[in-house]
């Protein structure tokens, strides 16, 4: 069971540990041992590369980089700062981790791959969008927000809770240190993590899924209340895998010693878990459509409050229930083609411009989540609105269907099924009958 309640959304920390000793003394061995690497730490981040800082992280460039002086560069803190950087916690629902406790190695591998490739998306994504540095103008003391040219973050990967159980997580150490687009460094404006969080950890998730399905075939399902599955992990082998959830919901909330084990004997004490499993049945779930857009829970989150991009991007993010690559959000984002703010400076957006209408839909169907197939998508809707805007009785009879051949409509609804036209079928065929 893949639990996406308030818990599971991306955590942002604040550090003021100068050393970093909690990551840095971890070996991580459950992750480590599938790469045959020493290390857990690896330097990401558009601003790494500009202090010349990639591959495996070493200890002494750590501390320097979190005490805001990076190797190889002349920048000298003022004085001693009590938030050295954030530490983003980017955690696969627990479905994925239980593919990541297989004992087949290379299905391991591949998942903890997917999931660095969907972190490394999103923290794109706050590069681009969430986070930036405040300055003041020297005239009208007003506060702005200005881009970055990336953060300087690394990567510390851990796949074990603190109660043995698979939890394949990172935490993304991001320093509190930034160039701005004017040429100065600056300290990171922590409101924008605060603002895009969400976006962010459904930017994550989405990509995952799609990265999953790419890399290993596997099939995602949804619960009726909206929870993701994975088809063929059963709830008896996660509620067997769930120590810790159950440690909490009994009142136990401190926190055990971090187990050092190798990963083979981590895995000998979940093939025991596994063991011990309950025989229950799963609860109902349905299939997620890999092809298109779920339009009414996109209809459903953008409804909540007056749209802003972020809320867009966490819309479309997680109402592609089987997943999509995370640059198709982007894409969206740029059909708006109007000035997107930062950080917590977002326009806010009219309700027309980020949805369709159900017209639209009776023709073209939900929106696909393949950048090509939405491309052409968007090339047929700017067509039929072309054609509502000369020829008005058709816009006031909302009849888009005899915009197109009628026979053409028809047979992509015996095609496509309800999985393309949705509800609109019915009245295809009513339709068909009242012209036959």
Not at 4 to 28: C, M
Not at 47 to 65: C, I, K, P, R, Y
Not at 192 to 219: E, I, M, P
């Amino acid at each position: 069971m893949c639990l996406r309640g308030e818990s599971t959304v991306l955590r942002i920390n604040g550090l003021s540990d100068q050393e970093g000793r909690y990551f840095l003394d971890d070996p991580a061995r459950e992750v480590t041992d599938l790469f045959h690497s020493s290390s857990p730490g690896v330097w990401i981040g558009q601003g790494a590369s500009q202090f010349h800082l990639s591959g495996e992280v070493d200890s002494n460039d750590f501390t320097s980089v979190l005490n805001g002086r990076p190797p190889r560069s002349t920048l000298v803190p003022r004085h001693r700062r009590r938030r050295v950087g954030y530490d983003a916690i980017f955690a696969a629902p627990k479905c994925v981790s239980v593919l990541f406790s297989s004992s087949d190695h290379d299905q391991a591998r591949a998942v903890v791959n997917v999931h660095h490739e969907a972190l490394e998306m999103a923290l794109g994504y706050l590069e681009q969008r969430a986070l930036g540095i405040q300055r003041t103008d020297a005239v009208s003391k007003e506060r702005h927000v200005l881009g970055i040219q990336g953060v300087t973050a690394a990567r510390f990967t851990h796949g074990i809770s603190r109660s043995g159980d698979p939890h394949l997580h990172s935490h993304v150490v991001i320093a509190n240190l930034a160039h701005g687009d004017d040429g100065r460094f600056g300290a990171i404006d922590a409101r924008g993590f605060l603002g895009h969080r969400r976006a962010a950890d459904a930017l994550y998730r989405t990509h995952l899924r799609f990265g999953l399905t790419r890399d290993l075939g596997v099939h995602f399902q949804h619960r009726v209340d909206g929870r993701e599955e994975i088809s063929g992990v059963s709830d008896a082998e996660t509620l067997a895998l769930s120590g810790r959830s159950a440690e909490i919901r009994s009142g136990i909330r401190t926190f055990p010693e971090k187990t050092r084990a190798s990963r083979h004997d981590i895995e000998h004490l979940w093939e025991q878990r596994r063991g011990m499993r309950s025989e229950i049945d799963d609860q109902p779930r349905l299939q997620s459509s890999s092809r298109h857009l779920d339009e009414h829970h996109y209809a459903a989150v953008i409804s909540r409050e007056s749209p802003t991009p972020r809320l867009v991007v966490e819309a479309w993010a997680n109402g592609a229930r089987a997943g999509m690559h995370a640059g198709v959000v982007a894409r969206v984002l740029r059909r708006f083609d109007i000035p997107m703010g930062r950080g917590v400076y977002e326009p806010s957006l009219l309700k027309r411009q980020v949805s369709e209408s159900r017209s639209i839909h009776r023709v073209l169907g939900p929106r696909p989540v393949e950048q090509a197939r939405l491309d052409a998508w968007w090339d047929q809707r700017d067509r039929l609105m072309e054609r509502f805007i000369r020829e008005p009785r058709l816009r006031r009879n909302e009849q888009p269907a005899l915009l197109f051949d009628r026979q053409q409509v028809i047979a992509r609804a015996r095609r496509d099924g309800p999985e393309r036209v949705g509800s609109s079928r019915d009245a295809l065929w009513r339709q068909e009958r009242s012209h036959g």
